[in-house]
């Protein structure tokens, strides 16, 4: 008998449809310098026919990264993108109907999957400042609440919890025995971590991606860390070789040439300054203190600004509506100096 799961039936997901080769694209929190040339050259070198042909083999990635991470391969799951391990954690540790409690707004893929498993997300809403007061999460952290995700940084907000914070919210997790999950896809824009938990507790994840700082996003390769029992678990969703050899390959080699990441950071927070700079010399309020993304405040409609970006200017960027005392504002994506004076240049001229 044919059949359709209804969640999956009823769920509403928007693709994104766009092509972005030839445009500035700002609008999905990617590198838009990517890696130095010179550098992918080299890492090419080295690929053979075989190499393309053969499935790709992880436990020497693995050991690599659990050395980079100061810990073991019992403690990590490589993943095709960190939203895979963000669907597995909900698929291991919640049931259906099962309570899942997150701030909002945030990574959609959240809701995405709580909507697409049955389970019931509940939202912990930001204040009109955006500020995310860590009573109101606590204060939804119920007896029957099985999981808790969080955001160090917060996609799109930007914000970040303090050790107190999260001690406080960790301590109330223990007791109500319920499964934290951190996801930390901007770590490295802001190097303040909870690694450690997720590495020496447990019932704490922390899933990383190496598509934002690493820029690596066309490769998609990501990791789930938690205690070695948690992670086994997390495993047994992963379907057979299902991260890619030449992600892989590029995150080794970046990881092994230290300079090549301090590189990115060093032109991240060049181009980060200098769009805070001028920003506020032009008088323009913003927001996004962590992460390579920031919310502006327009001094005309934001939603046309989008439009004429993308049409007259070549360059993709998004809005937000009801961004608390900023109503609807821009979403722009960080990048190096070079990118961030395109796109200044083009905001003051069509703003106004």
């Not at 909870?194 to 019932?203: R, T, V």
């Not at 789930?224 to 969703?237: A, D, S």
Request: overall charge negative; glycine content about 6%.
């Amino acid at each position: 008998m044919y059949y359709l799961n209804p969640r999956i039936e009823n769920l509403y997901r928007i693709f994104d449809q766009n092509e972005r080769k030839d445009f500035l694209r700002l609008d999905l929190n990617e590198n838009p310098g990517g890696l130095p040339q010179d550098f992918i050259n080299d890492v090419l070198k080295d690929i053979t026919p075989q190499f393309v042909a053969q499935y790709p083999e992880t436990l020497h990635f693995a050991e690599v990264l659990a050395k980079f991470l100061k810990t073991d391969i019992a403690h990590l799951c490589l993943v095709n993108g960190s939203a895979e391990g963000i669907r597995y954690v909900i698929q291991a540790f919640t049931s259906e109907n099962g309570r899942i409690v997150g701030v909002v707004p945030s990574y959609f893929m959240f809701q995405v999957y709580s909507e697409m498993y049955g389970r019931d997300f509940v939202k912990v809403p930001y204040n009109d400042d955006l500020t995310m007061s860590v009573d109101n999460i606590i204060n939804e952290l119920t007896d029957d609440t099985q999981l808790l995700i969080l955001l160090n940084p917060n996609n799109p907000m930007g914000n970040v919890y303090s050790d107190d914070e999260f001690k406080a919210l960790l301590q109330v997790a223990k007791q109500k025995q319920i499964t934290v999950l951190i996801d930390e896809a901007y770590h490295y824009f802001y190097p303040k971590t909870f690694i450690e938990y997720a590495l020496n507790e447990e019932h704490v994840f922390v899933t990383r991606t190496f598509s934002k700082l690493f820029s690596m996003a066309g490769c998609r390769l990501g990791y789930v860390v938690g205690w070695p029992e948690g992670i086994r678990m997390v495993q047994k969703f992963c379907t057979p070789h299902n991260t890619n050899a030449f992600a892989m390959k590029f995150a080794e080699a970046v990881i092994e040439n230290p300079e090549v990441l301090q590189s990115l950071i060093d032109k991240f927070n060049e181009g980060r300054k200098y769009l805070t700079d001028t920003l506020d010399a032009n008088g323009y309020e913003h927001k996004g203190d962590a992460g390579n993304f920031i919310f502006i405040k327009t001094k005309t409609d934001a939603q046309k600004i989008v439009e004429r970006m993308k049409s007259e200017k070549k360059i993709l960027i998004k809005s937000y509506p009801n961004v608390g005392n900023f109503g609807t504002c821009l979403r722009v994506s960080i990048g190096e100096k070079i990118y961030m004076q395109q796109f200044c240049n083009a905001l003051f001229e069509l703003d106004k």
